[in-house]
């Protein structure tokens, strides 16, 4: 049997750093494979970041990128051909034997009520049960094809054309970046290590106190025929993580210097602070991600698509974007905190880190 290969996956972070330093002190050098997952959002400084660890480690990162063009294409001809894509329904009350309508009830069983006002007049009437009835299929309208089919094309960039595949961001309740730009291109990695002989063990910078989602992380599990998952962080807390690294005389992503809590991608999920700072020391990444939204906008059927929250289900998508494009929330992330005000005192670099980088 072909000797153990170690995949490491290093995203930029201060997790996978040490996973990759421990990995380097724990098992032969020859067998470790570090790979990146481009997604390309990441804030450039991410990428110098891991040419620098590469070189102060000696290790080649492989990058890795996500290509959807087959899925533009598909989309392109789906668009074109107008398939009908989702059905919207009349709803109807539910009546019983007699014709009545059947009454609504909570979960405790107990019939609901709503206020009415009729004829001036404020009173309590049933809620009637009601039931889906005649699906109608919606469909692209030709002015929306025609704005998709304009822009639909490849662009390289995985983020972008996962949206623009999509047909919005994703979000929260819907975080298909994360499977698409980074999970899927890691197994297919991995799995080819597996399919040319070599069984694998797949290093994964986890900690059970970063999420409810990670508390019951196991350090060792196998995943597969000849393939491992080995978390040798589950049960380290996020400064241990830097004084690890920290000790070891590796450098850090500056981005934590400058008080982001998650670095690699210009995040979704990123918090208020995090994309006040992101505006105030990248200015560019925003109006990309404007660009995006506009892009991406022009292939959705309504016309509009925001990088955060777009999971708002509110009917009227204008108000939507206008309350939530990327120039309204920096607004909003700037705006009653005054955290941009306070760096606008400051001189760069400024250390902004919960870790205490600049100690
Ligand atoms: S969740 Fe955030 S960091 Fe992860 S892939 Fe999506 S945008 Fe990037």
């Not at 996956?9 to 996978?16: E, F, L, M």
């Not at 598909?74 to 894509?85: C, E, G, L, W």
């Not at 329904?89 to 539910?94: A, D, K, N, S």
Request: proline share 5%.
């Amino acid at each position: 049997m072909k000797p153990i290969r170690h995949v490491v996956s290093v995203s930029g972070g201060k997790d996978s750093t040490a996973t990759l330093l421990l990995a380097l002190e724990r098992v032969p050098r020859e067998q470790i494979v570090a790979i990146f997952c481009d997604t390309g959002n990441e804030i450039p400084v991410t990428h110098r970041y891991l040419d620098d660890l590469g070189r102060h480690l000696g290790v080649r990162i492989h990058r890795l990128k996500a290509d959807f063009s087959a899925e533009i294409a598909a989309k392109r001809s789906f668009i074109a051909r107008d398939q009908r894509t989702k059905r919207e329904y009349q709803r109807v009350p539910v009546l019983d034997v007699y014709g009545n309508p059947v009454p609504s009830k909570d979960s405790q069983g107990r019939i609901r009520y709503r206020t009415v006002v009729r004829k001036g007049i404020e009173q309590q009437e049933i809620v009637p049960k009601m039931q889906k009835a005649q699906g109608k299929k919606v469909r692209w309208s030709s002015k929306a094809k025609r704005r998709a089919l304009a822009v639909l094309h490849p662009t390289g960039n995985p983020f972008l054309d996962l949206c623009l595949w999509k047909g919005r961001f994703p979000s929260r309740m819907a975080q298909f970046c994360t499977e698409e730009l980074k999970r899927n291109i890691a197994v297919a990695f991995q799995l080819d290590l597996i399919d040319r002989g070599f069984p694998v063990v797949s290093w994964q910078g986890i900690r059970r106190d970063e999420s409810p989602n990670r508390r019951n992380a196991k350090r060792m599990e196998r995943i597969g025929p000849r393939l491992w998952a080995f978390r040798p962080l589950v049960d380290w807390t996020a400064q241990q993580t830097v004084d690890f690294v920290r000790s070891q005389d590796c450098p850090l992503n500056p981005l934590y210097s400058q008080g982001q809590s998650r670095v690699g991608c210009v995040c979704i999920n990123t918090n208020k602070q995090g994309l006040a700072q992101t505006a105030y020391r990248y200015p560019e990444e925003i109006d990309r991600i404007e660009d995006w939204e506009w892009l991406v906008g022009q292939v959705s059927k309504r016309g509009f698509s925001t990088f955060m929250c777009d999971a708002d289900d509110r009917k009227d998508r204008r108000a939507i974007f206008a309350d939530l494009n990327i120039r309204a929330r920096v607004e909003w992330a700037k705006g009653d905190n005054g955290t941009m005000d306070l760096f606008d005192h400051l001189e760069l670099p400024t250390c902004a880190s919960s870790f205490g980088l600049c100690e």
